[in-house]
């Protein structure tokens, strides 16, 4: 069972951006105003990492290498989420997934080349 969902990858040239949206689904719903959202990536050969944390408040974390370009965001009422990416790099390239509560979403691939 599908219980989060995201959208809005694709291909940018550097320096472009990309909003990347997860949205649950009703199986998760009760849930869902309870946990920390987060979006990880996993770029080919490496590890999954942690990219940005929202609280269920909205207090937000973000990795290093993403500070000051990428913005999370979550909107408790609509059930959803969202990655915000600016000045996107190559290396920024991976599949990225939305988490929360232990559930997983199928991920979405964001390639950054020109």
């Known amino acids: 069972q599908v219980h989060l969902v995201e959208s809005g990858g694709g291909l940018v040239q550097p320096g472009g951006s990309l909003r990347l949206s997860c949205a649950a689904s009703?199986?998760?719903?009760?849930?869902?105003?309870?946990?920390?959202m987060a979006w990880y990536r996993q770029a080919p050969g490496k590890q999954r990492e942690l990219v940005a944390t929202i609280t269920s408040t909205g207090n937000t974390n973000y990795a290093d290498f993403v500070k000051g370009r990428f913005t999370i965001s979550r909107d408790n009422a609509k059930k959803t989420g969202s990655l915000q990416m600016n000045s996107l790099k190559p290396e920024d390239t991976a599949v990225y997934y939305c988490?929360?509560?232990?559930?997983w979403g199928q991920g979405t691939q964001v390639t950054v080349s020109s």
């Open positions: 988490y929360i509560g232990n559930f």
């Open positions: 009703i199986s998760i719903f009760s849930i869902f105003t309870v946990y920390d």
